[in-house]
Protein backbone atom coordinates (compact mmCIF):
# COMPACT_ATOMS: atom_id res chain seq x y z
CA UNK A 1 0.00 0.00 0.00
CA UNK A 2 1.12 3.62 -0.78
CA UNK A 3 -1.01 5.64 1.13
CA UNK A 4 -2.33 7.29 -1.73
CA UNK A 5 -5.96 6.76 -1.83
CA UNK A 6 -8.43 7.90 -4.76
CA UNK A 7 -12.17 8.45 -4.92
CA UNK A 8 -14.29 7.06 -6.53
CA UNK A 9 -13.07 3.77 -7.93
CA UNK A 10 -15.06 3.69 -11.03
CA UNK A 11 -17.26 6.39 -12.44
CA UNK A 12 -19.79 6.29 -15.25
CA UNK A 13 -20.34 9.36 -16.87
CA UNK A 14 -22.57 10.97 -20.14
CA UNK A 15 -20.59 13.47 -22.80
CA UNK A 16 -21.13 16.88 -21.89
CA UNK A 17 -21.10 16.51 -18.05
CA UNK A 18 -18.69 17.36 -15.30
CA UNK A 19 -16.83 14.86 -13.08
CA UNK A 20 -14.77 15.56 -9.81
CA UNK A 21 -12.01 13.35 -8.82
CA UNK A 22 -10.44 13.25 -5.46
CA UNK A 23 -6.94 12.06 -4.16
CA UNK A 24 -5.07 11.90 -0.48
CA UNK A 25 -1.89 12.26 -0.52
CA UNK A 26 0.50 9.72 1.13
CA UNK A 27 1.49 11.55 4.35
CA UNK A 28 3.90 14.00 4.61
CA UNK A 29 3.96 14.64 1.05
CA UNK A 30 3.49 18.23 -0.99
CA UNK A 31 3.25 17.17 -4.32
CA UNK A 32 0.21 15.61 -6.23
CA UNK A 33 0.59 15.17 -9.77
CA UNK A 34 -2.38 13.73 -11.86
CA UNK A 35 -2.31 11.57 -14.78
CA UNK A 36 -4.48 9.91 -17.51
CA UNK A 37 -3.93 6.19 -18.28
CA UNK A 38 -5.45 5.06 -21.62
CA UNK A 39 -5.78 1.36 -22.22
CA UNK A 40 -2.87 -0.32 -23.17
CA UNK A 41 -0.80 2.45 -23.39
CA UNK A 42 1.67 4.43 -20.50
CA UNK A 43 0.17 7.17 -18.09
CA UNK A 44 0.54 10.69 -19.61
CA UNK A 45 1.15 13.68 -17.13
CA UNK A 46 -2.19 16.17 -16.86
CA UNK A 47 -0.49 18.82 -14.40
CA UNK A 48 1.26 18.70 -10.66
CA UNK A 49 0.68 20.92 -8.10
CA UNK A 50 3.17 22.27 -5.33
CA UNK A 51 2.30 23.77 -2.28
CA UNK A 52 -1.64 24.49 -3.70
CA UNK A 53 -0.17 26.26 -6.68
CA UNK A 54 0.01 24.46 -9.92
CA UNK A 55 3.43 23.60 -10.63
CA UNK A 56 3.43 22.09 -14.28
CA UNK A 57 1.16 21.07 -16.90
CA UNK A 58 1.05 18.57 -20.35
CA UNK A 59 -0.54 19.01 -23.56
CA UNK A 60 -4.39 18.91 -22.09
CA UNK A 61 -6.86 21.09 -22.64
CA UNK A 62 -8.70 24.22 -19.97
CA UNK A 63 -11.28 21.91 -19.31
CA UNK A 64 -9.13 19.77 -17.14
CA UNK A 65 -8.29 21.93 -14.09
CA UNK A 66 -7.43 21.07 -10.11
CA UNK A 67 -6.49 21.53 -6.64
CA UNK A 68 -4.82 21.69 -4.21
CA UNK A 69 -5.87 21.89 -0.54
CA UNK A 70 -3.71 23.19 2.77
CA UNK A 71 -3.56 19.33 3.94
CA UNK A 72 -2.32 18.40 0.43
CA UNK A 73 -4.98 16.38 -0.53
CA UNK A 74 -5.88 17.22 -4.85
CA UNK A 75 -9.47 17.20 -6.98
CA UNK A 76 -9.16 16.65 -11.01
CA UNK A 77 -12.08 18.31 -12.74
CA UNK A 78 -12.93 17.77 -16.29
CA UNK A 79 -15.74 19.69 -17.62
CA UNK A 80 -17.74 18.99 -21.12
CA UNK A 81 -16.56 15.43 -21.32
CA UNK A 82 -16.02 13.61 -24.21
CA UNK A 83 -15.66 9.84 -24.90
CA UNK A 84 -11.95 9.73 -25.09
CA UNK A 85 -12.14 11.55 -21.86
CA UNK A 86 -12.49 7.32 -20.65
CA UNK A 87 -9.66 5.90 -19.28
CA UNK A 88 -7.59 5.62 -15.70
CA UNK A 89 -7.12 8.77 -13.77
CA UNK A 90 -3.75 8.11 -11.41
CA UNK A 91 -3.11 10.17 -8.61
CA UNK A 92 0.71 10.90 -7.80
CA UNK A 93 2.40 11.84 -4.31
CA UNK A 94 5.42 13.05 -3.55
CA UNK A 95 8.11 15.28 -2.47
CA UNK A 96 9.55 17.69 -4.24
CA UNK A 97 12.53 15.83 -6.88
CA UNK A 98 11.66 11.97 -5.02
CA UNK A 99 9.84 9.34 -6.07
CA UNK A 100 6.17 9.27 -6.90
CA UNK A 101 4.35 6.89 -5.50
CA UNK A 102 0.69 6.61 -7.51
CA UNK A 103 -2.70 5.59 -6.01
CA UNK A 104 -5.26 2.86 -7.57
CA UNK A 105 -6.59 5.25 -9.85
CA UNK A 106 -10.41 6.26 -10.78
CA UNK A 107 -11.76 4.42 -14.17
CA UNK A 108 -13.98 7.04 -15.56
CA UNK A 109 -16.09 5.72 -18.35
CA UNK A 110 -17.74 8.29 -20.58
CA UNK A 111 -20.97 7.45 -22.69
CA UNK B 1 9.94 14.59 -29.98
CA UNK B 2 10.96 13.60 -26.71
CA UNK B 3 9.86 10.53 -25.40
CA UNK B 4 10.50 7.25 -23.40
CA UNK B 5 9.98 4.11 -25.12
CA UNK B 6 10.51 0.11 -24.63
CA UNK B 7 11.51 -2.24 -26.91
CA UNK B 8 9.47 -5.38 -26.36
CA UNK B 9 5.72 -5.07 -26.04
CA UNK B 10 6.01 -8.56 -24.50
CA UNK B 11 8.59 -10.65 -22.52
CA UNK B 12 7.29 -14.00 -22.41
CA UNK B 13 9.59 -16.02 -19.40
CA UNK B 14 10.09 -19.26 -17.34
CA UNK B 15 9.69 -19.49 -13.64
CA UNK B 16 13.04 -19.40 -11.75
CA UNK B 17 14.66 -17.45 -15.00
CA UNK B 18 16.37 -14.03 -15.43
CA UNK B 19 14.55 -10.94 -16.92
CA UNK B 20 15.58 -7.84 -18.89
CA UNK B 21 13.29 -5.22 -19.69
CA UNK B 22 14.86 -2.31 -21.81
CA UNK B 23 14.20 1.27 -22.13
CA UNK B 24 15.58 3.45 -24.61
CA UNK B 25 15.15 7.18 -23.61
CA UNK B 26 15.96 10.49 -26.12
CA UNK B 27 15.96 13.41 -23.85
CA UNK B 28 19.75 13.76 -22.45
CA UNK B 29 19.17 16.03 -19.96
CA UNK B 30 17.08 13.92 -18.00
CA UNK B 31 18.58 13.50 -14.75
CA UNK B 32 15.81 10.94 -13.00
CA UNK B 33 14.97 7.42 -14.20
CA UNK B 34 12.42 5.01 -12.45
CA UNK B 35 10.90 1.77 -13.34
CA UNK B 36 7.20 1.08 -12.18
CA UNK B 37 5.38 -2.04 -12.12
CA UNK B 38 1.22 -2.38 -12.86
CA UNK B 39 -0.36 -5.28 -12.35
CA UNK B 40 -4.11 -5.51 -13.87
CA UNK B 41 -6.64 -2.85 -12.69
CA UNK B 42 -3.89 -1.20 -10.41
CA UNK B 43 -2.13 1.98 -10.13
CA UNK B 44 1.76 1.76 -10.96
CA UNK B 45 3.97 0.32 -8.44
CA UNK B 46 7.47 1.55 -7.13
CA UNK B 47 10.00 -0.66 -8.08
CA UNK B 48 13.33 1.35 -8.37
CA UNK B 49 14.91 4.48 -9.33
CA UNK B 50 18.19 5.57 -10.54
CA UNK B 51 19.90 9.00 -11.09
CA UNK B 52 22.21 10.10 -13.69
CA UNK B 53 24.99 10.26 -11.49
CA UNK B 54 24.83 6.79 -11.26
CA UNK B 55 25.77 3.77 -13.87
CA UNK B 56 23.89 0.56 -11.93
CA UNK B 57 21.67 0.45 -8.60
CA UNK B 58 20.38 -2.59 -6.81
CA UNK B 59 17.29 -3.48 -5.28
CA UNK B 60 15.59 -6.68 -4.10
CA UNK B 61 16.05 -9.23 -6.65
CA UNK B 62 15.94 -6.01 -9.19
CA UNK B 63 18.87 -3.86 -11.19
CA UNK B 64 18.48 -1.35 -12.68
CA UNK B 65 21.29 -0.03 -15.32
CA UNK B 66 21.58 3.04 -16.92
CA UNK B 67 23.85 3.34 -20.04
CA UNK B 68 23.76 7.69 -20.46
CA UNK B 69 26.11 7.19 -23.90
CA UNK B 70 23.37 5.27 -25.93
CA UNK B 71 20.57 6.77 -23.34
CA UNK B 72 19.27 3.25 -22.75
CA UNK B 73 17.82 1.82 -19.42
CA UNK B 74 17.31 -1.68 -18.32
CA UNK B 75 15.64 -3.35 -15.71
CA UNK B 76 16.65 -6.92 -14.33
CA UNK B 77 14.91 -9.28 -12.66
CA UNK B 78 17.00 -12.02 -10.97
CA UNK B 79 14.69 -15.65 -10.53
CA UNK B 80 11.85 -14.27 -11.74
CA UNK B 81 8.40 -15.42 -9.86
CA UNK B 82 4.94 -15.85 -11.01
CA UNK B 83 4.02 -12.40 -9.19
CA UNK B 84 5.95 -10.68 -11.28
CA UNK B 85 3.84 -11.10 -13.96
CA UNK B 86 2.51 -7.24 -14.92
CA UNK B 87 3.58 -4.73 -17.64
CA UNK B 88 6.34 -2.82 -16.23
CA UNK B 89 7.28 0.96 -17.44
CA UNK B 90 10.69 2.96 -17.43
CA UNK B 91 9.50 6.87 -16.70
CA UNK B 92 11.45 9.86 -17.33
CA UNK B 93 11.37 12.52 -14.79
CA UNK B 94 12.20 15.72 -16.61
CA UNK B 95 12.17 19.61 -14.66
CA UNK B 96 11.55 17.61 -11.61
CA UNK B 97 7.79 17.75 -12.37
CA UNK B 98 6.57 15.51 -15.16
CA UNK B 99 7.08 11.82 -15.59
CA UNK B 100 7.26 10.84 -19.16
CA UNK B 101 5.90 6.95 -19.05
CA UNK B 102 6.60 4.47 -22.58
CA UNK B 103 4.31 2.58 -23.21
CA UNK B 104 5.15 -0.67 -21.01
CA UNK B 105 6.57 -4.33 -21.83
CA UNK B 106 4.37 -6.70 -20.67
CA UNK B 107 6.24 -9.87 -18.54
CA UNK B 108 4.33 -13.16 -18.41
CA UNK B 109 6.15 -15.94 -16.36
CA UNK B 110 4.95 -19.18 -16.75
CA UNK B 111 5.63 -21.79 -14.37
Known amino acids: ETGVTQSPTHLIKTRGQQVTLRCSSQSGHNTVSWYQQALGQGPQFIFQ???????GRGNFPPRFSGLQFPNYSSELNVNALELDDSALYLC??????????FGQGTRLTVV | GESVGLHLPTLSVQEGDNSIINCAYS??????FIWYKQESGKGPQFIID?????DKRQGQRVTVLLNKTVKHLSLQIAATQPGDSAVYFCAENQAGTALIFGKGTTLSVSS
Open chain 1, 49 to 55: YYREEEN
Open chain 2, 27 to 32: NSASDY
Open chain 2, 50 to 54: IRSNM
Open chain 1, 92 to 101: ASSLQNTEAF
